[in-house]
């Protein structure tokens, strides 16, 4: 029996294009979406101190923040470590995350627990990786915001809809978080190509080998998941981690 190739997605782009003016270098591109590339004003790069930018589609990247180019396209709430992020404020048939006492409103302390317990593991990692490459963090980059820093360890809320947004902009802060491992593991691998540099950083961290095994598994570090992307302007003056992961990738 012969398959049909009519709904098979097309393959991704690799070339240059011209859309006025502007000349692009396309790697991996979608066809739908380099038909007609926004501009900066039509996907401006998220803002560093806020989650309501859009981390979930295409968007130019600035110089401070080179990690969005590695926002994980799918869900990334998944798996032994990720899977406790999985939680939805919607009226839906899923157990809320949020509890009320005495009319006021919180997380779960459960998920307050486990939320912090992976935070903290992740920044042991992040700062054990950045020790293993030169000049990292790197001269003009903002540091992720941490989780913590949008509020989710500080109820109560007066409503459940300050609840709930404390609660989604902590979630999803740990998207950028998790980009920026993605990003170090790209780097680390190319700078030290056989070093063994993971054992290093399982030591510094202080986390377990399988916990370590979980994380390079997940979204935050399978290099074969599909990533958001960005829009790079090399017109302008590129620092490192910049030309470093041009390079890597």
């Known amino acids: 029996m012969q398959s049909s190739t009519l709904n098979a997605p097309a393959p991704p782009f690799h070339g240059h294009l011209r859309q006025g003016n502007d000349i692009f270098t396309v790697y991996c591109g979608i066809e739908k979406f380099i ?13 560093h101190t806020s989650m309501d930018g859009d981390y979930r589609h295409t968007t130019w990247i600035s110089n401070q923040m080179p990690y969005l ?40 302390p459960a998920l307050v627990r486990k939320w912090t317990e992976l935070e903290n593991a992740l920044r042991s990692v992040l700062k054990a990786m950045y020790a293993e490459y030169p000049r990292a963090p ?23 809809e300050a609840a709930a947004i404390v609660v989604r902009h902590s979630r999803d802060a740990f998207l950028p978080f998790m980009a920026t491992i993605t990003m170090m593991f790209v780097l680390l ?23 370590f095994a979980d994380l390079e598994s997940s979204a935050a570090g399978d290099k074969k998941a599909e990533r958001v992307g960005g829009i790079i302007d090399l017109t302008l003056t590129w620092k490192s981690p910049m030309d470093a992961l041009l390079t890597a990738v």
Request: hydrophobic letters at 35%; zero cysteines.
């Open 69 to 108: 180019v590695f926002l994980p396209r799918s869900n990334p709430f998944q798996g032994s470590l990720f899977e406790r992020l999985n939680v939805t404020m919607q009226n839906t048939s899923n157990p809320s995350p949020l509890v009320t006492s005495n009319g006021e409103w919180s997380l779960v």
């Open 35 to 47: 038909r007609k590339i926004p501009t900066p004003a039509e996907a401006p790069s998220p803002i």
């Open 138 to 160: 790197f001269e003009g980059m903002l540091s992720v915001p941490f989780p913590s820093q949008f509020g989710y360890r500080n109820p109560p809320w007066r409503t459940r």
């Open 189 to 211: 691998d190319h700078h030290h190509r056989d070093n063994p540099w993971r054992l290093r950083v399982i030591k510094a961290a202080k986390v377990h080998p399988q916990w």
